[in-house]
T-cell receptor, first 112, second 115 residues
Framework: GENVEQHPSTLSVQEGDSAVIKCTYS??????FPWYKQELGKRPQLIID?????GEKKDQRIAVTLNKTAKHFSLHITETQPEDSAVYFC???????????FGIGTKLQVIP | SAVISQKPSRDICQRGTSLTIQCQVD?????MFWYRQQPGQSLTLIAT?????????ESGFVIDKFPISRPNLTFSTLTVSNMSPEDSSIYLC????????????FGEGSRLTVL
């Protein structure tokens, strides 16, 4: 099955700095790459996604890049704020492409 | 979009008992899934709940332990059977409104503690 590796597992940044989280995947047929944010005690929520026909997508302070040749994609958060503190999961579709497989998560702490 | 309600939100259960978690979506959705999330861990897919037929289970999960029902396009249940402390976890219902790739919506989760 699909294998999604994510790193780092924890990340601390100063408020205002940028944060980058990286993921690699194994299934070359995967074509959908979402990122979810999960605040403590809350449900995961989609923050941005990218499809395989696009190399980069940006939404305000959040951007995602995709390198299909290398099978990796990254989340970039600029001008981080304390409310960005959460666990971020990368994911990709797999197994008939209706299922979503998640990475292990990155706990981001933004220090005021 | 889809708003998902799960119940119970939490429960403390005795070893050997079974508990059924209910998941209600506010609109008809194509796909429904059940995930398990152990504290501080990732989301692991248990199964895809298929409307009107048997669920499709992932490796390591079996129907006898995690029977799932999906009688219609808005409702599903997950039962955790013959529980042991290792089943202590958060169980999350999720749904995808359309076919193909797209956003997954999640319920708030059901936190089970097995003593």
């Amino acid at each position: 099955g699909e294998n999604v590796e994510q790193h780092p597992s924890t990340l601390s940044v100063q408020e205002g700095d940028s944060a980058v989280i990286k993921c690699t995947y194994s299934d070359s047929a995967s074509n959908y790459f979402p990122w979810y944010k999960q605040e403590l005690g809350k449900r995961p929520q989609l923050i941005i996604d990218i499809r395989s026909n696009v190399g980069e997508k940006k939404d305000q302070r959040i951007a995602v890049t995709l390198n299909k040749t290398a099978k990796h994609f990254s989340l970039h958060i600029t001008e981080t704020q304390p409310e960005d503190s959460a666990v971020y999961f990368c994911a990709t579709n797999s197994g008939g492409y209706q299922k979503v497989t998640f990475g292990i998560g990155t706990k981001l702490q933004v220090i005021p | 979009s889809a708003v998902i309600s799960q119940k119970p939100s939490r429960d403390i259960c005795q070893r050997g008992t079974s508990l059924t978690i209910q998941c209600q979506v506010d609109s008809q959705v194509t796909m429904m899934f059940w995930y398990r999330q152990q504290p501080g861990q990732s989301l692991t897919l248990i199964a895809t709940a298929n409307q009107g037929s048997e669920a499709t289970y992932e490796s390591g999960f079996v129907i006898d332990k995690f029977p799932i029902s999906r009688p219609n396009l808005t409702f599903s249940t997950l039962t955790v059977s013959n529980m042991s402390p290792e089943d202590s976890s958060i169980y999350l219902c999720s749904a995808k409104p359309g076919i193909g790739t797209g956003e997954l919506f999640f319920g708030e989760g059901s936190r089970l503690t097995v003593l």
